[in-house]
């Protein structure tokens, strides 16, 4: 199974999940993984943060920012 495009994250139980279109599959096949299944499409979801750099779990996205911060973490690092 490969990766075609991530359309949205979201989080779920605690645990980061992104909404998968498969490559050679339509719309009606799109499934939602958790990150940890994804581990071979860093790309992707590299280029869907870059188009959607507000999303939830961006390094921009502010419940991102706090937790870093909170964690004693440079944000700028982060998001680059």
């Known amino acids: 199974w490969e990766v075609e495009e991530i359309i949205a994250p979201q989080k779920y139980r605690n645990t980061k999940h992104f909404k998968v279109k498969w490559k050679g599959f339509?719309?009606?096949e799109v499934?939602?993984?958790?990150?940890?299944n994804?581990?071979?499409a860093p790309e992707k979801i590299k280029e869907f943060y870059q188009k959607n750099p507000?999303?939830?779990g961006s390094p921009t996205h502010h419940s991102f920012r706090?937790?870093?911060?909170q964690r004693?973490?440079?944000?700028?690092?982060?998001?680059?």
């Open 38 to 40: 994804l581990k071979n």
């Open 31 to 36: 499934t939602w993984e958790p990150e940890k």
């Open 66 to 69: 706090r937790i870093t911060q």
């Open 72 to 80: 004693g973490g440079n944000v700028k690092d982060l998001a680059s």
């Open 26 to 28: 339509g719309l009606q």
């Open 54 to 56: 507000k999303a939830y």
